[in-house]
């Protein structure tokens, strides 16, 4: 996460309601092997289409999604000082780059497509691709950490997803990073948790 994305975190929290914020990382495992994500996969990419008809619609959108998670990928995979080395990408390059993708929370209509994707990238393609243009990759991912935002407001410890803490770091795309960052989903077994023994 860049420092702007940290400062945009800070400015998402209501003014005035803060008194003072934690977050407590916690790094999960599941047994006793660490989580890691595929540093070539991008998930949960919003897409949205209007065209003539359903099928058109849903073409352009996939045809955007690509697009949007290869741009993710190489903003995960690379430093922003690098981006000026590479061109736009055209749809047939990055076709190439695709090993498959995957939809859900589908939304059609007559006109329009809407759905989240998921794209899976072929990881010795996009090494090839980017070690043509002399770009270095870093494509270890780390394991995931829990960030629990609590607030605390008047005193008291908040620890529900409502709070402003919660909500301006949920606006970040904290998935799709080599350290990808998971927060409370605010069913029963969070809200369990007494935030103030944190």
Known sequence: M?????????????????????????????GTVPLRADPFTISNVPVKATAKDAS???????????REAFRRLISRLTRAADGQYLPKAKDVDIESLVAGFSLS???????????????????????????????PIADVTATPVLLIPILIEGGKAVLDPDNAWHEAWSSLDL???LTPILLPVGDASDLSVDAATL
């Open 56 to 66: 058109a619609a849903k073409t352009i959108a996939l045809a955007q999604g690509q």
């Open 175 to 177: 998935e799709n990073t």
């Open 2 to 30: 860049s420092a702007v994305d940290v400062y945009k975190v800070f400015r998402g929290v209501r003014r005035g309601a803060l008194v003072a914020a934690a977050c407590l990382l916690l790094v999960l495992y599941f």
């Open 105 to 135: 929370d589908e939304k059609p209509s007559p006109k329009t497509y809407q759905a989240r994707m998921t794209v899976r990238f072929i990881g010795d393609n996009v090494r090839e691709y980017l070690k043509a243009y002399d770009v």
